[in-house]
């Protein structure tokens, strides 16, 4: 016990805390955003990453993203989990308390109680000294088994034996087998381990993006922290027996498994961006509430797409240009399942899906490995330039039609309004399903809030650029005095260090570029605000500012991103 | 004479003037804005079509763009102008007088002379009952046939019989010999007539855009009122000799006359809208002046093209997909030249050019007719969906290259920067070549700096609205609160009171919608900031301001669109 008391003069960087130090900041942000108001954590969020106590940690951090992935590895440590010090207790005499106590001590001021495996702990003086803040607060009064199992930089054995200091009862054998009977009837309860950096929006279905800084570390997104937006519960889906159904073509349905598509189909592979139709809502949010999650400017991410060509699975199903006299749509049905049996549901129009140059996939790799779970395995669509929405997971079944897929995601979501627009007088069926999105940006480098040393006389701004439909960012302007005047920034096309790929084929240009500008910090002033604006080879350009483009949904939230960043003067 | 001194107080609207009192309002504008420096203009010209002494002329005006039309009856009158009244003249004694004398006489103060087929007029007290304005002054000093050749309205006898009121001499025989000289050796000489409703950016070349009120009385511009866009003289081209030249690909070069045009290839129809670059570029000369002609927002028109398919002619000269390996452009080549013989030219993607969905036509029919000299004749291209420089006039060649046209329009023209290049840095290199355009949006109606009753209560906005690259506009936001509050306007894709054409397919959006609102005239404030929005079906939205999109050609002007008007106060 003394020594665990001792933590507190450690933390963050103990001896005993090694591994923790690189991940430490990001899980405290995590914890913070988790229970606090929204705008507020952000900003506590970001003046953490860059407070001189967290910059250590966080250079580790930024160096690459395989520091941060390495945490990966204790994902399947989960599943065997030392429970010795466990059993051991319960030879012992701890007295049994039922769930309704448990329930009773989720503060500070009443105690601060959680479960484990049928034990009960008083953790209320161990708050303090958790390494991941605040955040341990949301399992108060329930188990620490789902959060742990969403953080796994917990199964280690030390951290069991710091739990074990805190036991104080055991929880009555009926409310145990209670909680188990809650976790496997809970639909998302098969679904998979997250990695712990990711900023959640929503666990149940899970919904979550990478810190920005992260994000544009790496041209290619890893998979394992490329934002995830799932819409119901993930399926469990057996990739022998799986089939993928395709129909509305004059040969009839085609059905094929997983092997026919690997097989019989040349695999082509395409490098694309995925973005979310509510990336950046949070901005909206803070002109006036929307409905939807609160992503921040993360909910985009860059991955190497595998597969089929869904043109040539078409044509292998009998597509001709007839077709298309009638079809003007290719609807997708996922596996996912709400509890009426309702899949998820989408559709894009046939002419991308058989254009030669449209590069639609029916991808089963992702960055070069079977997808994974949450990002649809064993097959989904990708359907380049075109808004995360439509590119349907765990795909079970295509369907050419004349009609859009009559799917809620497709008719009554993801489609844009005037500012002027609100619940009481939307019609959904007045504005088109958004496809191609359009063009955008981002500030990932340096936070909104941050602090910058005049002593360091220049700013690195980092940030992505990104356009729908296939067209290419040609240039990117940054602003250091709040719009007034523009400097351009390096355009990157590849990862940092290598060389630039080829240019892409005019209307193929489906990744994103990272941009880069080193710039003096302005004299005389000791708040700058950033801003920065894409232009695509359209010559499309962003709007100015979000409450002109404000709407119910708080999708395309594409205005100019703006972070202001404090100057601290030099103290002589 | 005593006659002639009563048209002061007869005009605009004395008998004598009767067909005269259509006109008369855009005459006067078009004098008022050739005199005077550019934004005042504006202005000026807008006040005088919304005061109410113009209101009832302009009220003809606008009821049919018919009406405007039947001026262009006056053109060929010109070739066969009565001079009985000038022969009559010429027995009788007045004095000879130089050349050299008719051009000190330039001012009221000095005297306003002018000459015509030979005879010297001094017509200083004409001047202020000229029912054009104060546009007569562009001629003093000098001849009026150029002047009164674009504005056939003077081709009537009333109107030489009030001349012939004026004369007070002969020009010298020698003066009379070199001022035919100098017509018969001007490269302009032989530009075709233009509709004096046009108001001119550039004589020579000429350049010119119809008022805007008029542009969206018709959704279909008629020939005579679309935006002319010349870089040099129109070339005189023979339909009968003429030859298109296909160069490039593996059949070696094949030539096609007009008719081969005509009767080898199917003929397609496409209505598209053709916008210049730099339409609305007078809008970023007044954040700083920019290098280019000072459109306003009328430099876009909608026309129906008839004639062959680029693609049809490229396959019948040997295109096959192996060509898109090493092929990446399409060059035009126009027959018009400037002194050195260097022809325009401009180049597109070849994937455009053979594309079955891209619709680029070799027009030789605009609607409905043999294509008007200014607009290519005998023929362009018309590439849908791409700015209008890339729409070749007076087609010549064509070339499929590997490479971009290497003109100058191509290469060191016609390119977007940031606000932050200026001529000393600018490196064209670095930036595309513009195609497709931007989502774009102008208000027609009410001009900037018109008046309104309080007494109408409600005011109507019109408008157009276009997006490059097949992008459907999807809706238009007007603003009467300068951008706080927003309402959806009702698009229009026909001609009024015609029902809508069928929904282009996908990608394939090539004409502009027209808009109109009513809406209500906000209460308690005597200025309203009009503004208008769209959004394309990628939804691309305009950006809010000019500053952040300025550039140093003046080009790819999208922002918001915006007019002040007065609501004039009921007097009770």
Sequence with gaps: MLLLRHCRSLTPFSPLNIQRRLVTPVV???????????????????????????????????????????????????????TSVLSEEKTSSFPTISQEEVTKHRSLEDGVWVTFKGGVYDITEFVAMHPGGDKILLAAGGALEPFWALYAVHNQDHVLEILSEYKVGELSVEDLRKQQAVKSSDPYST????????????????????????????????????????????????PASFQLHVEGLPGGVLTLSLQDLKTRFPKHTVTATLQCAGNRRSEMNKVKLVKGLNWGIAAISNATWGGAKLRDVLLAAGYNPDVAQWAHHVQFEGLDKDVTGTTYGASIPLKKAVSEDGDVLLAYEMNGEDLPADHGFPLRVVVPGTVGARNVKWLGKIIVSAEESSSHWQQNDYKGFSPGTDWDTVDFKSAPAIQELPIQ???????????????????TVKGYAW??????????????????????????????????????????????????????????????????????????????????????????????????????????
């Design 28 to 82: 405290a942000s995590c914890a913070v955003r988790l229970c606090s108001s929204r705008s507020e954590d952000q900003r506590f969020y970001y003046q953490q990453l860059h407070s001189p106590y967290w910059r250590y940690g966080l250079a580790g951090l930024l160096a690459g993203t395989g520091a941060v992935l390495a945490y990966g590895l204790h994902h399947h440590k989960a599943e065997r989990v030392d």
């Design 191 to 238: 679904d998979p381990e997250r990695h712990p950096v990711l900023h959640i929006n929503s666990l149940k279905p899970f919904n979550a993006e990478p810190p920005p800084e992260i994000l544009t570390d790496s041209y290619i997104t890893p998979s394992a922290i490329f934002f995830k937006r799932n819409h119901l519960p993930v399926p469990q889906v057996d």
């Design 441 to 459: 940006s981002a500030i990932t480098t340096p936070a909104d809030g941050s602090t910058i040393d005049r002593s360091q006389e220049t700013v």
């Design 467 to 572: 356009s729908g439909g296939g067209r290419e960012v040609v240039r990117v302007d940054v602003s250091l005095d709040g719009g007034k005047s523009w400097q351009v920034a390096q355009l990157q096309s590849s990862e940092k260090g290598l060389p630039p790929g080829p240019s892409p084929p005019t209307g193929q240009a489906w990744a994103w570029k990272l941009w880069e500008i080193e710039a003096p910090l302005p004299p005389e002033t000791q708040e700058v605000e950033i801003i920065c604006k894409a232009v695509d080879n359209s010559y499309n350009m962003q709007p100015d500012s979000v409450p002109p483009i404000w709407n119910l949904r708080g999708v395309l939230s594409n205005a100019w991103h703006r972070v202001k960043v404090k100057i601290r003067e030099d103290e002589e």
